[in-house]
């Protein structure tokens, strides 16, 4: 598994799995497909109601806690709903610490939230700490704010949606970039793009595997999801090819745009 280094020294997988609208009744057993799959980095949010789930996977794998990567996201808006929700996060997880902590959106207050998880990475139960959703504006918010800049802003991106402007302030403040939607939640027309199929068809890989191995091949996090799992296996499987410059160059021209939900409140 290709590893990134953030920009506190943390070395983070660049590649993990999803857990959006996974029901938290079949969480667990996915989250295990996924670990027996070699999948090491895991993201869950508050919001997404499951954090117990995965964690629980997790403890139950017989395999080191430091082995993994465990992200979850703030939903709360302001600094003491924030400090609560991160302790009865780490309680419902059942873990001693998070990998990374995000704020999940850049909701009114979001400076508060963000000092919540500024502390509580000094008292060492956050290894990393970062944002999601939040553009240029917010971002530059936050890096004026706090000594502690955010070592990762996950984002809706895709081969369709890159916005390269964002990527490169993100580069230049040592902000990483995760994707998350990479696959365009699996109904995209970008499954149907002519380009992305000839190349699926040279490599003899799948379209959804091209457009995982654009993203970690830009040095971007990514974490699909998937409850199919064949598709979970089949999405790691990305690490025994390489795109050419060319190809990579190619790909960047089909982007489309922006996500709607940067800057979105919760
Ligand atoms: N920070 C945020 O605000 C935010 C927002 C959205 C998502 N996220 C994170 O990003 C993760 C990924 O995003 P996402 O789940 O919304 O979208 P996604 O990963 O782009 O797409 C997931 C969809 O793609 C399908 N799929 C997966 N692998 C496939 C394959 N190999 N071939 C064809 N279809 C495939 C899945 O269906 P099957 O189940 O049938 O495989 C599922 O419907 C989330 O789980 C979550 O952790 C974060």
């Known amino acids: 598994m290709k ?4 920009n506190n020294g943390v070395v983070a997988p660049l590649f993990g799995f999803g857990t959006y609208r996974i029901n938290p009744q079949v969480t667990e057993k996915y989250v295990t497909d996924a670990i027996n799959a070699g999948y090491r980095l ?3 949010a508050q919001y997404y109601q499951n954090e117990a789930q995965v964690g629980r996977a997790i403890n139950n794998s017989g395999i080191p806690r430091s082995e993994f990567f465990l992200t979850t996201k703030a939903r709360t808006g302001g600094y003491e709903a924030a400090k609560k929700s991160i302790e009865e996060s780490l309680e419902t997880a059942q873990q001693d610490y998070f990998d990374l902590m995000l704020v999940h959106f850049p909701m009114p207050n979001y400076l508060g939230t963000y000092r919540a998880l500024e502390e509580t990475y000094q008292e060492g139960k956050l290894r990393a700490i970062g ?3 939040f553009g240029i504006g917010d971002m530059t918010k936050v890096i004026d704010s706090f000594a502690t800049v955010p070592a990762v802003n996950q984002i809706e991106t895709n081969v369709y949606i890159q916005d390269k ?4 302030f993100m580069n230049q403040h040592g902000i990483v970039q995760e994707a998350y939607a990479p696959l365009g939640e699996g109904t995209n027309p970008m499954f149907n793009d002519p380009y992305l199929k000839q190349l699926a068809q040279k490599y003899n890989k799948s379209v959804a595997q091209i457009m995982l191995k654009f993203l970690v091949q830009s040095g971007f996090m990514t974490i699909p999801g998937s409850t199919n799992p064949q598709h979970i296996k089949e999405n790691i499987e990305i690490f025994d090819f390489k795109l050419t410059p060319e190809e990579m160059g190619q790909l960047r021209q089909l982007d489309h745009g922006t996500s709607s939900w940067l800057g979105y409140q919760g």
């Open 165 to 168: 402007p964002l990527t490169k």
């Open 3 to 6: 590893t990134i280094k953030l």
């Open 131 to 133: 944002i999601s959703n």
């Open 42 to 44: 895991f993201d869950t």
